[in-house]
């Protein structure tokens, strides 16, 4: 019987599988993630603001007069997603403070990367996750508030002057998400304990707000501002549904570019963290 000196042949994804072949990843962390209560509570707290607000948008619109004191416009959905930037702070935590982590400590990821999957499928897969976590209460949210909004009182939402509400709401919500979930995963590539992860998110976050408010304290200048990236993101959020706060007085290009400058340094991280091969020292 003949043989056939075949040599080495890469293994070729299905074509079906090419173009998703980081959805695995991110379809295994998301069940291993929603099957615990404790999150699913977090996440149910976090619809709490929705409910609040709902009922506002109902009492206006049955009270018209109320609209003195709770104004219905887009200033509403643009305070509702600052709100929830704390929610997704949380959110990405409890559920991004391990995806690298603990694939590091494991030694995971090299059979990761030793299977048809590259490295930007295995960031997108982990990426995928925290996106779904937070767009959950900020994209889901915001745009069933603006819905309910259009459903009981057409005349004040379905109008064409505030047609730019919903573009807005889904910009606001993706640039939260993809901010919060880019830091989150990134600072998890940095260690090998999700407690550890954990902590380094919430002390960076938690800490540079606590750096603004001292700052602003002495020195009273608003570039003192930029130094958090939650007050970052809650500027371009006011610029983006006109909401006047007394600390936005420096132009939105600050914030664009320091979120922008904190992106890419994530990027770098994973760049760096996220490999084939483990280097020892």
Known sequence: MPIYDQGYRRYEARGAL????FWPITRE??????????FLLLVGVSF???IVRAVQIYV???????????????????EFLNQQISFVLLLSVFGGAGLVAKDLASGAILLYLSRPLTRRDYVAGKLGVLLALNLGVTLVPGLALYGLGVAVDP???????????????ALHSLLIALVM???????????KS??????GFAGLLLGLEAARGVLVMLTRRPEAHLLSLQQDLKAIGNALFGIAARFDTSPTLYPLLVVAAATAA????????????????
Not at 18 to 21: E, F, G, I, L, Y
Not at 181 to 191: E, N, P
């Open 194 to 199: 999700a407690r550890v992860a954990g902590i």
């Open 181 to 191: 979930s880019l830091v989150a995963l990134a600072i998890s590539s940095l260690s």
């Open 60 to 78: 206006v619109t049955q009270l018209p007069e109320a609209g003195r004191i709770l104004p219905v416009d887009g200033r509403l959905f643009g």
């Open 48 to 50: 709490l603001p929705f």
């Open 266 to 281: 994530c990027v770098a991280v994973l760049r760096a963290r996220v490999r084939a091969v483990e280097i020892v020292r």
């Open 18 to 21: 090419r173009q998703a072949r």
């Open 155 to 169: 005349g004040a939402f379905a109008r064409w002057d505030r047609l730019w509400i919903g573009p807005a709401i």
């Open 29 to 38: 962390a998301l069940r291993l993630i929603l099957a615990k209560r404790a």
